[in-house]
Nanobody, 115 residues
Framework: QVQLVESGGGLVQPGESLRLSCTAS????????MCWYRQAPGKQRELVAS???????NYADSVKGRFTISKDNVKNTVYLQMNSLKPEDTAVYYC?????????WGQGTQVTVSS
């Protein structure tokens, strides 16, 4: 049973930063490609960033240059540093494997960017 718990979300103003954390159980972050996804109201869930076992990364065009995905294999945790946040970044953020393990979908963490 894969269990991923997201945390770190909150309400911030445009231009501010936030760091999200994803603590994993039932899966070893160090040997899987891990991702951050987000889902805004009325929209489909989208892939935001990914990081392979070898630490190769990829980002959605909308967040390139602003977001950075990283991981700590010892802590079995994945992070998403979000800088220069925009209102359009508002969404519930989730972490999971690149294939979206069914049991890996947790509660997510809400990120709201508003003035």
């Amino acid at each position: 049973q894969v269990q991923l718990v997201e945390s770190g979300g909150g309400l911030v103003q445009p231009g501010e930063s936030l760091r999200l954390s994803c603590t994993a159980s039932g899966i070893i972050v160090g040997i899987y490609t891990m991702c951050w996804y987000r889902q805004a109201p009325g929209k489909q869930r989208e892939l935001v960033a990914s990081i392979t076992s070898g630490r190769s990364t990829n980002y959605a065009d909308s967040v390139k240059g602003r977001f950075t995905i990283s991981k700590d294999n010892v802590k079995n945790t994945v992070y998403l540093q979000m800088n220069s946040l925009k209102p359009e970044d508002t969404a519930v953020y989730y972490c999971n494997t690149v294939r979206g393990s069914p049991s890996g979908w947790g509660q997510g963490t809400q990120v709201t960017v508003s003035s």
